[in-house]
């Protein structure tokens, strides 16, 4: 069963463009994260988002968290080619004495200069 | 950095054959997991440990298996392994803290099983 539904899967844009990213769930989540992978290498964590509605900025990235905490967007702005990568989301539930994350099967994208 | 490193790197490795996977933390956090990744199904999780020899099966546990014997070392192993476990593994750990539960990745070991 998959829980976190991503889009779009891939996308290819030129440098320049903004892009959103969209990751949907009909669970609620305690708290949601998103990551970049590069090729080769693990994911990387960009941010965590905890409260229902809040809004987190990482220089020209924007991750909001639905109010109901089941979905969650990131937005690049004036995209580089150094954002190219691999994008993960990521929900967190508590259980068995541990969070567990359930991912995303990730965006992939690509800025061409 | 969360210090997490993982061997080995890459592995080939012939079917029926056991393989074992080390991950490594240097910095005594208490929550460790393993996961793998494959092309269209994402990251899923194998197996996670909540302490030393305190473990709990994953979404895609069958086939594998995992040992916690020190605080640092989080193994898994496939007893005798198949194609279908052809795989990149990655070894996560989490920090405890207040807005929600983060992982942190190891760099991965890409396993072909031939």
């Known amino acids: 069963t998959q829980l976190l539904e991503q889009s779009p899967q891939f996308l290819s844009i030129q440098e320049g463009e903004n892009l959103t990213v969209y990751c949907n769930s009909s669970?609620?989540?305690?708290?949601l994260q998103w990551y970049r992978q590069e090729p080769g290498e693990g994911p990387v964590l960009l941010v965590t988002v905890v409260t229902g509605g809040e809004v987190k900025k990482l220089k020209r990235l924007t991750f909001q968290f639905g109010d109901a905490r089941k979905d969650s967007s990131l937005h690049i702005t004036a995209a580089q080619p150094g954002d190219t990568g691999l994008y993960l989301c990521a929900g967190a539930r508590s259980g068995a004495g541990s969070y567990q994350l359930t991912f995303g099967k990730g965006t992939k994208l690509s800025v061409i200069p | 950095d969360a210090g997490i490193t993982q061997s080995p790197r890459h592995k080939v490795t012939e079917t029926g054959t056991p393989v074992t996977l080390r991950c490594h933390q240097t910095?005594?956090?208490?929550?460790m997991y393993w996961y793998r990744q494959d092309p269209g199904h994402g990251l899923r999780l194998i197996h996670y440990?909540?302490?030393?020899?305190?473990?709990d099966k994953g979404e895609v546990s069958d086939g594998y298996s995992v040992s916690r014997s020190k605080t640092e070392d989080f193994l898994l192993t496939l007893e005798s392994a198949t194609s279908s476990q052809t795989s990149v593994y990655f070894c996560a750990i989490s920090l405890n803290r207040l807005e929600g539960e983060t992982q942190y990745f190891g760099p991965g070991t890409r396993l072909l099983v031939l």
């Open positions: 669970s609620v989540f305690s708290s």
């Open positions: 910095e005594n956090h208490r929550y």
């Open positions: 440990s909540y302490g030393v020899k305190d473990t």
